[in-house]
Structure formats: structure tokens, C-alpha cells
């Protein structure tokens, strides 16, 4: 069991310039995993087309949501509990008014940084899912992490995207860091990638970036998420896809040891305890 009290407490963001790269999807999945792996984590809606918000079955719904967490720093009744184990921050702002209050509030796009360190000692993780477009909603999220994730099709327009518009965001926000809200660097997942020379060509591409002098501070995973359709079938499903796929056979990885290589890359800290779970989950399927 990992030991929880050893654990330092960390804020990522899941971003992008481009909508429908699978943010969502890797928000809740990622969030599933490591509140399995017995971690206290909180998920945050930032979206405003809130899908994050439904992903789960919801077991304890809240009186407020990410309205409140924003304008009032209200975090007794904004946070809901799920059926996968994390916590949620519902999107309740419908009607995108979050967007035009942040712009006119001077301290809008920090609130979020500053409401999160009340919740320091509560969780070790919390994920923020993003909208993917340029904007408030995406700066607060942004400039509350520590660090960021990006998922990146590896596809021609996707791939100029992520480099065009990342380094956009970067240059925009890093001036925030006189408000204190220093940006934090950026770990790219090649997403939905299938078995086809472009999409090696691209996936090399992209990790190539790594060594561009102006994207200073962003890194490409080694572990790339496969373009099955285990990720869809779990999400309608509604149950995390390292639950849904444990095993697989052939060349690709299944949806458990995937996910679980993403945690570790990410959360290097971690690397014991997955280890360990790949190790039982390796031993129960060659007993099976």
C-alpha cells in the first residue's frame, strides 16, 4: 500500500488548444486510477461543456459546484462524490458566466490557484479538466497547476496545433508568474495512436519538440495511449477503462498496463506502487 502521508500534494491540468483530443477522457480515467490506487483525488470540471461532470455516476451530489469554488472559495458544499472513489467539482456555469466574471475580476484568473491551496492537506492529486480553446476558463486552470498535460492526436494538424498553439498559451500566460501563478511545464501523451508509419513519423515529430528552444519546458511521455475502442465502451460504460480492460492479448498494451505506465510517468513518485500492481495484475492473469 502506498504510504500517504510520504506523498507530496500536486495540481495538474489537463489542456489543450484543441477541442476533442480526449482531455476528458483522460482526466477521469487518470483520476479513477489513482483514487484506486488508494490516493485521495480530486477531479475538477473547468469545461464548459461539462462532460466530466457526468462521466461517473455521481453518489453524493453537492449543493454548489464550480461556481462557487471560484467566486466564494467555497469548498464545503462545492465538492461531490463519485461512484469510482475521487471527488468532483460539478460545472454548474450553463450558461458560461464564469467566462465574463474572471475577465472583470482582477485577481479572476488566480482565483483558482488560491482557492485549491485550502485543499492541500484534504487530497494528494487534484485534476482540472479544461475547455479546449483559449480563454478564462482555461487560464484559471492553467496558472493553477504545477504541472500540465496535454494529449495530442498524431495527426498532421493536430501535431502543428499543439506546437502552435501551446507556445501561443505559454507566451501569453508566463507573465502571470509577477501575480504569483508561475506556469507550470507541460507533458504531451500521444493520444488514440494507431499502428501506421504517419503516426510513428508524427509521434517522433512531436517528440522532437523537446528540443526546441521556445518550447522550453515541455516533454513528450514514452507511453502513448492506443486507438481502441476500450476507452469509448468503458466511458459509456461509465467505469474507468483500467477497470474495463485488465488484460489484453497481442502486440498492444491492455487499457491496465497503459494507464498505469502514464501514472508513472507522470507521478514518478508512484512508481513503487505501480510496479507492484502491474506485478499482481501479471501473476493473477497467468494463474487465470
Known sequence: ?????????????????????GKT???????????????????IDADKQPSLSSYYPITERSIDGFTSLIKEHNIETSISKT???????????????????????????????HVLKLLKNRYDIILIDTQGAIGPLQDIGVLAADFLISPIIPETISAKEFARGTMAMFNRLRPMANLGAPLGNLCGIIYKKDR???????????????????LDGIRIIETAVPALSAYTKAALEQVPVHQFERTRSGPTDSAWETMHEIARELFPHLSGAIDKRLTENAGGRNNG
Open 1 to 21: 500500500m502506498t504510504n500517504l502521508k510520504a506523498l507530496p500534494f500536486y495540481i495538474a491540468t489537463i489542456c489543450s488548444s484543441k477541442g476533442g483530443v
Open 25 to 43: 477522457t483522460l482526466t477521469a480515467n487518470l483520476g479513477a486510477l489513482l483514487s484506486d490506487m488508494g490516493l485521495r483525488i480530486l477531479i
Open 83 to 113: 461512484s469510482v472513489g475521487c471527488d468532483l467539482v460539478i460545472n454548474d456555469d450553463l450558461d458560461d458566466a464564469l467566462s465574463n466574471w474572471i475577465i472583470h475580476t482582477p485577481d479572476g484568473r488566480v482565483r483558482l490557484k
Open 196 to 214: 501506421t508509419a504517419i503516426a510513428d513519423l508524427i509521434s517522433q515529430e512531436l517528440k522532437s519538440l523537446e528540443h526546441n528552444p521556445s
